[in-house]
């Protein structure tokens, strides 16, 4: 099964568990919600089942493929926008973006410079698919009123972490957002030239605490 056929209800039965307790644990009705990532919309659905008609969630997703299922899945309800773009550090930025698409359910995305040689990464088979798409930064749409000042986000950027919390300093600092899940894998950090120490640092920065799941590459981040 590749992840372009990944049934949703299966996903919400399977997929990170962890994340979504802490999903469901954290939003309450009337907040905001950001799924940075937000693919084929498992975790948009687990926001959408807890605020019901209230609150808002804004759901990131670069990859016209999981969009068009993102859409599919999610996307006829009033309090959902869908923004077909990638949170990165600078506003109306062209970027090329490479995914891998794995026979294991999941895309990997790169920036051009640091993409791995074709025929496998982490042990599994990919397509390798080229994608240009607009870079926006979160501090910058919410300063335009694009978009509402968010209580909790859940994050999935596939090495791409240090880049969207740049473009959104002042989203991090701003207590209005009490609560984040940023799923992270530092091999994929480091393909894009950058280190855990400096996620960490943007975290002590902006005044935030972590745990770690033992086992997952998740941070749970909750305010000082």
């Known amino acids: 099964m ?3 056929n990944y049934e949703l209800d299966e996903g919400l039965r399977k997929h990170d568990p962890h994340v979504q307790d802490f999903i469901r644990r954290q939003l309450k009705e009337g907040e905001t919600f950001y799924d940075i ?3 084929v919309g498992i975790m948009t659905r687990v926001a959408l089942d ?12 670069p990859n016209p493929k999981a969009t068009a ?26 970027l090329n ?20 040689n074709e025929g496998s990464y982490a042990g599994h088979p990919f397509e390798r ?20 000042a968010p209580n909790v986000i859940k994050a999935d ?30 091999g994929l950090l480091h393909y894009h030239g950058q280190e855990e120490g400096h996620l960490f640092d943007l975290l002590k920065e902006t005044g ?7 086992g997952w590459g998740d941070l749970f981040c909750v305010r000082e």
């Open 37 to 39: 990532g937000a693919h």
């Open 97 to 116: 973006l490479v995914y891998l698409g794995s026979h294991s359910g999941g895309a990997m995305t790169f920036d051009e410079k640091h993409t791995p």
């Open 50 to 61: 807890v605020l019901k008609t209230t609150g808002h969630v804004y759901a990131f997703e």
């Open 2 to 4: 590749t992840w372009e």
């Open 129 to 148: 698919t080229v994608v240009r798409t607009m870079g926006v930064s979160l501090d910058e749409m919410i300063d335009m009123n694009v978009i509402k």
């Open 208 to 214: 935030w605490k972590w745990s770690f799941l033992e």
């Open 69 to 94: 299922r993102l859409i599919d899945n999610c996307g006829r309800v009033e309090n959902l926008t869908i923004l077909p773009v990638a949170c990165s550090t600078f506003h109306n930025q062209f």
């Open 157 to 186: 950027t596939q090495g791409h972490e240090v880049a969207w919390m740049l473009g959104a300093k002042r989203i991090l600092s701003n207590h209005t957002l009490h609560s984040m899940v940023i799923e992270w894998d530092d």
